[in-house]
């Protein structure tokens, strides 16, 4: 049974506003922590915020022992009606740094929003002046996180966490991405283009790359997220590699198999083939501008690989 706020003593919004500090500065720490190794500068400044929560939550607990003695009943957010839900994203290793960011701006405006509430409703004089003035705090908090902010995130310092953010996406997305895509543009090159060149029929030539473009996709995924935990090589959650992996490798198949819905084979083949060199165009590109490799070298390096299955493909297709 969840208590409405209106409801609540003034001895138990003291012990919620304690409960409430000590929580927020248990998550900064927890912020600080998962980003200590990757954000050093951002994790400092979670660091400092925790070390303010602290010093909050010290100033309710004597304000409390002096109007209502040592105990203090155990009162949690989940326990009042009205606070948001918040996801455990300080539980998810490697954190994000823009969703720690997000989830301590809703963190501060939510906690403000309490320190209003309360300081309307509590009777104690005292009490009521604390809770003002933390509730300015609050209001000031945010701008002073902003400060910090400029203050720790020197321009180097931005520019070594962008770096450093920039790999993780590469690692964790791209790398995983650009894999499958090359997989499934290439792998499926060999059956769709056998089938096309042996029935010379469209429909079969698009159930054929169908199938094979959605059974890479599947096994591929499989293959990407059982491969690594990400626990040990920091490369993230493996279900979002295997999906990201999963997705790109049946998209690179359908790409060129969906000509084929074309009744006119010639047409269809034609299309098909243009699509081909878009695809492996793409995948140079994504190489160039994520990889760091140069866009003729690995412009060679795709169409030599993609020529040869589609050759593969032709030859067994005509035999």
């Known amino acids: 049974m969840t208590k409405r706020?209106?409801?609540l003593s003034d001895r138990e919004i003291l012990a919620l506003a304690i409960s409430l500090e000590e929580e927020d500065g248990r998550i900064y720490a927890d912020f600080a922590d998962g980003l200590r190794e990757t954000y050093p500068a951002t994790a400092k400044m979670f660091e400092e915020m925790q070390r303010e929560?602290?010093?909050h939550r010290a100033g309710l607990i004597d304000q409390y022992l002096q109007s209502f003695g040592d105990h203090i009943p155990l009162i949690r957010r989940q326990d009042v009606r009205g606070?948001?839900?918040r996801r455990p994203v300080w539980l998810v290793r490697p954190l994000g740094i823009q969703a720690v960011r997000k989830q301590a701006e809703i963190m501060e405006l939510e906690t403000r929003q309490f320190y209003d509430r309360a300081m309307q409703q509590v009777s104690d004089a005292s009490t009521r002046k604390l809770l003002g003035d933390l509730a300015e705090v609050e209001r000031r908090?945010?701008?002073q996180a902003e400060s910090l902010e400029r203050e720790l995130l020197?321009?180097?310092a931005r520019a070594d966490e962008e770096a450093q953010g920039r790999k993780l996406f590469v690692l964790q997305i791209v790398q995983p991405g650009l894999a499958g895509l090359m997989d499934g543009s290439v792998s499926t090159l060999a059956p769709v283009f056998a089938a096309a060149f042996a029935t010379h029929n469209a429909g079969d030539a698009f159930r054929?790359?169908?199938a094979a473009s959605i059974g890479a996709g599947i096994s591929m995924g499989f293959a990407e997220a059982l491969s690594d935990d990400g626990s040990l090589t920091g490369r993230g959650h493996p279900?979002?590699?295997g999906l990201a992996s999963g997705v790109m490798t049946a998209a690179g198949g359908i790409g060129h198999t969906l000509p084929f819905l074309i009744p006119y084979f010639r047409t269809a083949l034609t299309l098909a083939v243009v699509i081909v060199a878009i695809e492996l165009a793409a995948i140079s590109f994504v190489r160039k501008?994520?990889?760091?490799?140069p866009f003729l070298t690995a412009a060679f390096e795709v169409v030599v690989g993609g020529t040869l299955v589609f050759l593969t493909g032709i030859l067994i297709g005509s035999s």
């Open 239 to 241: 279900w979002v590699r």
């Open 53 to 55: 929560e602290s010093g």
């Open 289 to 293: 501008r994520y990889m760091d490799t």
């Open 83 to 85: 606070f948001l839900t």
């Open 208 to 210: 054929v790359g169908l």
């Open 5 to 7: 706020f209106k409801d």
């Open 154 to 156: 020197t321009p180097e």
């Open 141 to 143: 908090h945010y701008r």
